[in-house]
Nanobody
Framework: QVRLVESGGGLAAPGGSLRLSCEAS????????MGWFRRAPEKEREAVAA????????NYANSVNGRFTISRDNAKNTVYLQMNDLKPDDTAIYFC??????????????????????WGQGTQVTVTS
């Protein structure tokens, strides 16, 4: 059974930090590009960050570039999102997603929602004073 399970969400103050984790099972994780996406209230789901299967390539949305860092530990089948300098606009449900890259190009780390075919259930992040 394919599963992506997010954890680490919660409440943070503006300027604070949170670290999200997403553990995968039922997929050949090491061959997957992985991404983090979010959906704020009354908004469409948007990309946050993505990482290629090898970890060599990362891409970020402009809104989080320089504040968030995506990483992965293939030995633990886990992808992380370190979020620093959080802002109220970062409040959203955060989802991780996977795309089977079949160990192809190491640069492949898409930020398009439609590229991904495996999704987690999401974890809530709320930034408020």
């Amino acid at each position: 059974q394919v599963r992506l399970v997010e954890s680490g969400g919660g409440l943070a103050a503006p300027g604070g930090s949170l670290r999200l984790s997403c553990e995968a099972s039922g997929i050949a994780f090491t061959g997957y590009a992985m991404g983090w996406f979010r959906r704020a209230p009354e908004k469409e789901r948007e990309a946050v960050a993505a990482i290629g299967w090898s970890g060599k390539t990362t891409n970020y949305a402009n809104s989080v570039n320089g504040r968030f860092t995506i990483s992965r530990d293939n030995a633990k089948n886990t992808v992380y999102l370190q979020m620093n300098d959080l802002k109220p606009d970062d409040t959203a449900i955060y989802f991780c997603a996977g795309k089977n890259a079949n160990y192809g190009s190491t640069w492949y780390a898409p930020l398009n929602v439609g590229e991904y075919d495996v999704w987690g259930q999401g974890t809530q992040v709320t930034v408020t004073s």
